[in-house]
T-cell receptor
């Protein structure tokens, strides 16, 4: 099955700096890679995703890059703000497999702290 | 439109007791999932369902059972709770392949087994 590794486990940045979180996956068939943000005591919420036919996707201060050859993808947050402090999870799945359930395999999470 | 609703939100069980966690979704999603979240381990899939009347094992199914008698409900059962099942449990649902993809999570159930 799929295995997703995520680094770093904790990340502390100064407000206004950039933050980068990296993930690697094992199954070359995976084709959908979402990122979730989870604030303390809350449910995970999708912040951005990328499909395997795209190398980069941006949404305001958030971007995700995908290197299919190396089987890794990264989350980039620019101009970080205190409200970006949360746990971020990457995930991978083979989307579109009928009956497969689109099961997401999650990384172990990155605790991001944005300091004033 | 409530999305995905989990009950209860908190529960304390004694070792050996049983309980059922309920997940209900009103989005007409075909697929439903149960994950557990433990510190430093991310979210791990327990069981999932691709439609009414179907269930399948995920990554960590031991000690749990599930049922999907109605499309909108997915129940997670613990027959004999163990301290190792202390965790936060999240239910999620998603549409089937071919539809705009998206997982919707419930708000979670914090379970403590003493």
């Amino acid at each position: 099955g799929e295995n997703v590794e995520q680094h770093p486990s904790t990340l502390s940045v100064q407000e206004g700096d950039s933050a980068v979180i990296k993930c690697t996956y094992s199954d070359s068939a995976s084709n959908y890679f979402p990122w979730y943000k989870q604030e303390l005591g809350k449910r995970p919420q999708l912040i951005i995703d990328i499909r395997s036919n795209v190398g980069e996707k941006k949404d305001q201060r958030i971007a995700v890059t995908l290197n299919k050859t190396a089987k890794h993808f990264s989350l980039h947050i620019t101009e970080t703000q205190p409200e970006d402090s949360a746990v971020y999870f990457c995930a991978a799945t083979l989307k579109g497999l009928t009956g497969g359930g689109n099961k997401l395999t999650f990384g172990t999470g990155t605790q991001l702290k944005v300091e004033l | 439109n409530a999305g995905v609703t989990q009950t209860p939100k908190f529960r304390v069980l004694k070792t050996g007791q049983s309980m059922t966690l309920l997940c209900a979704q009103d989005m007409n999603h075909e697929y439903m999932y149960w994950y557990r979240q433990d510190p430093g381990m991310g979210l791990r899939l327990i069981h999932y369902s691709v439609g009414e009347g179907t269930t399948a094992k995920g990554e960590v199914p031991d000690g749990y059972n599930v049922s999907r008698l109605k499309k909108q409900n997915f129940l997670l059962g613990l027959e004999s709770a163990a301290p190792s099942q202390t965790s936060v449990y999240f239910c999620a649902s998603s549409p089937p392949p071919g539809h705009p993809y998206g997982y919707t999570f419930g708000s979670g159930t914090r379970l403590t087994v003493v």
